[in-house]
Structures are given as structure tokens and as C-alpha cells.
């Protein structure tokens, strides 16, 4: 079983900048990759960002390079977001998730676990 636990959302103004953090639990053999995903009232859940476990290569959406960057601490299994330069547009709850096989990290269907989400809001 695994289990992945967000924190680091709230409150900020437009310019302002957050991490979130996300430890996973459970099962760390064979993780192929972590990702970010976010969800806007009324949108779908979209990719943001995602990180190669073994390697650490990264993912981005085009819109969001260069404002967000994904990390990890391996030996803590944890993945980052830092998010900087924040605008209202990402106002949405981020969603950490794992998956244990290879293939396309952009798809939300691709990935096999996920955490309850935290609440990212961005006043203007």
C-alpha cells in the first residue's frame, strides 16, 4: 500500500511563491516517477510537473516552465513543487500521485497512487 501525503498549500498574493511537499509511504521499490497535477473549479485535472525517482529527470507543462520547478529527496521519498511568480490562474487544489511503470508522465491516468490534494489559492 501507498500513501502520499501534500502539504505546503494556502493562501497567497499574486507574485508570491509556495512549496508544496509530498512524502510518500509504503512502497519505494521500483517507483518509476512522482507527479504534480492541479485542478481548477470546473476544469479537469491537469499536469503541471513530474520527476524520473531513479534518474531525477523533469517534466514540465510548457505554461509553467521557468515559474515551477519539481524536486526530490530521495532518501526521504519526497517531492517538491516550488512555485514562484504565482498568478491567480493557479488558484486549483495540487495533487501529488506516483506510478511504478514506464510510459507518459503527463497522463493522470497513467499514474497508479494519490494523495488527498492541497488547496493552492492566489488572491489578486
Known amino acids: 500500500q501507498v500513501q502520499l501525503v501534500e502539504s505546503g498549500g494556502g493562501l497567497v498574493q499574486a507574485g508570491g511563491s509556495l512549496r508544496l511537499s509530498c512524502v510518500a509511504s509504503?512502497?519505494?521499490?521500483?517507483?518509476?516517477?512522482m507527479g504534480w497535477f492541479r485542478q481548477a473549479p470546473g476544469k479537469e485535472r491537469e499536469f503541471v510537473a513530474a520527476?524520473?525517482?531513479?534518474?531525477?529527470?523533469?517534466y514540465y507543462v510548457d505554461s509553467l516552465k521557468g515559474r515551477f520547478t519539481v524536486s526530490r529527496d530521495y532518501a526521504r521519498n519526497t517531492v517538491y513543487l516550488q512555485m514562484n511568480s504565482l498568478e491567480p490562474e493557479d488558484t486549483a487544489v495540487y495533487y501529488c500521485?506516483?506510478?511504478?511503470?514506464?510510459?507518459?508522465?503527463?497522463?493522470?491516468?497513467?499514474?497508479?497512487?494519490w494523495g488527498q490534494g492541497t488547496q493552492v489559492t492566489v488572491s489578486s
Open positions: 500521485a506516483s506510478r511504478y511503470h514506464s510510459g507518459s508522465l503527463y497522463y493522470a491516468q497513467e499514474y497508479d497512487y
Open positions: 509504503g512502497r519505494t521499490f521500483s517507483r518509476y516517477a
Open positions: 520527476i524520473a525517482w531513479a534518474g531525477g529527470s523533469t
